[in-house]
């Protein structure tokens, strides 16, 4: 059973930094992209940065480029995501999410991945 376990939310005033860590668990993740997402209230879950496990390429949503850094460690199965010049637009849960890295599977969709976390509240204040 796979589980995400997401951790490190919290509040922050604009321009402060988070990190928020996902541990996982359940099976190994060599062929897996591990995604984080986000979803603000009255609005849909939108893509934040994706890591494929193996080999460690990343992409970015373009609102965090820059801002944001997704890295993993492979020895605690752990995924982080380092937020940086936090916005208050940047307010929202966040979603640790891991899903099958092949072909025809989109990494900037919630659809491309089985397992999610339960997520964790990132609150920016201005």
């Known amino acids: 059973q796979v589980q995400l376990a997401e951790s490190g939310g919290g509040l922050v005033q604009a321009g402060g930094s988070l990190r928020l860590s996902c541990a996982a668990s359940g099976r190994t993740f060599d062929r897996y992209r591990m995604g984080w997402f986000r979803q603000a209230p009255g609005k849909e879950r939108e893509f934040v940065a994706v890591i494929i496990w193996s080999g460690g390429t990343t992409y970015y949503a373009d609102s965090v480029k820059g801002r944001f850094t997704i890295s993993r460690d492979g020895a605690k199965n752990t995924v982080y995501l380092q937020m940086n010049s936090l916005k208050p637009e940047d307010t929202a849960v966040y979603y640790c999410?891991?899903?099958?890295?092949?072909?025809?599977?989109?990494?900037?969709?919630?659809?491309?991945?089985?397992?999610w976390g339960q997520g964790t509240q990132v609150t920016v204040s201005s």
């Open positions: 999410a891991a899903g099958s890295a092949v072909y025809g599977r989109s990494r900037y969709s919630q659809y491309g991945y089985d397992y």
